[in-house]
């Protein structure tokens, strides 16, 4: 079975083909793009900083729709053009920005599957060169509120019956072990675990070794085995909010999940507040062997 909305995918095939295309504008978007962007990206990419393009410049939240206009415009990307989306670390930071724009409503986005470990695996061009392109005129829809949790929303939600929240993260920040992943160790909050009730499925389960996502009956599997089922209200969460947008993604397009909304206040938030509720392993108690 293919997936529910196969159109939101290309492959690096496709792309490749149209990497001369007016009317289409790839975009890379990385963490860092000293280590990505910069060092070579496919030929005709721009480049969405995560930290600086895709987070509101002064509070914890996502664009305006006033910045993502602007962001669009001098990338000379216009209501008509397709947006192709690809990033590093399997497109974690490419679904994030697919989870910013469809709350403004960008609806012509698609990933390339693989995102940029696929490209260069396959040895397919890359340029060090900046392209450069006309100013256009973008203009975003008002926020859609269906596929965003805030923290207030989280709270009331998160042991209620229908609902299933799924971390994301990996099993030693589920359970507590680490806050953060040794490559972000100043992102973590005070304390470790997860939300009470949450169920762990790391984002990475969802696709192969070269970063493709795995086929729909295998997802379907992944999911349902741990009751996340189409008929429940589906929270993801992470660390900070781009691992949850990758699984909204595959819960919401690959899957077809009619109700998936990210909590992109994440981890951070609901582990830094005082007295949040928190659910975590007991430590083991180390056995003594006997003399």
Not at 209 to 225: M, S, T
Not at 258 to 280: A, H
């Amino acid at each position: 079975m293919s997936y529910a909305q196969p159109e939101v995918l290309v492959n690096t095939e496709w792309v490749h083909e149209h990497l001369n295309d007016p009317k289409t504008r790839i975009v890379e978007v990385d963490y860092d793009p000293t280590a990505n962007y910069q060092l070579g990206h496919i030929p005709g990419a721009v480049l969405f900083d995560w930290r600086k393009d895709l987070n509101h410049p002064l509070q914890r939240d996502i664009p305006t729709k006033e910045q993502i206009e602007e962001l669009f415009g001098q990338h000379g990307i216009s209501n008509d053009t397709k947006i192709v989306l690809y990033g590093d670390f399997n497109n974690w930071f490419a679904a994030y920005a697919f989870w910013d724009l469809q709350y403004y409503g960008v609806k012509n986005t698609v990933l390339m599957n693989g995102g940029r470990k696929k490209w260069i695996d396959e040895d397919k061009p890359l340029t060090k060169d900046t392209p450069q392109y006309a100013r256009a005129t973008f203009k975003a829809s008002n926020p859609d509120e269906s596929i965003r949790v805030y923290l207030r929303q989280a709270l009331d939600l998160y042991n209620k019956p229908g609902v299933k929240l799924v971390d994301v993260r990996s099993p030693k920040e589920y359970t507590g072990e680490i806050l953060a992943p040794p490559e972000y160790p100043t992102e973590h909050a005070q304390r470790g675990g997860h939300i009470p009730g949450a169920v762990n499925i790391p984002w990475s389960q969802a696709v192969n070794a070269d970063g493709v996502f795995k086929p729909y009956d295998e997802i379907k599997r992944l999911y349902e085995a741990q009751g996340v089922t189409a008929d429940k209200d589906v929270i993801a969460y992470c660390r900070i909010g781009e691992r949850s947008s990758f699984t909204w993604f595959v819960l919401k397009y690959l899957l077809g999940y009619p109700k998936v909304r990210n909590y992109d206040g994440s981890w951070t938030e609901w582990g830094n507040l005082v007295r949040n509720p928190i659910e975590k392993p007991a430590p083991t108690t180390p056995q003594t062997i006997p003399a």
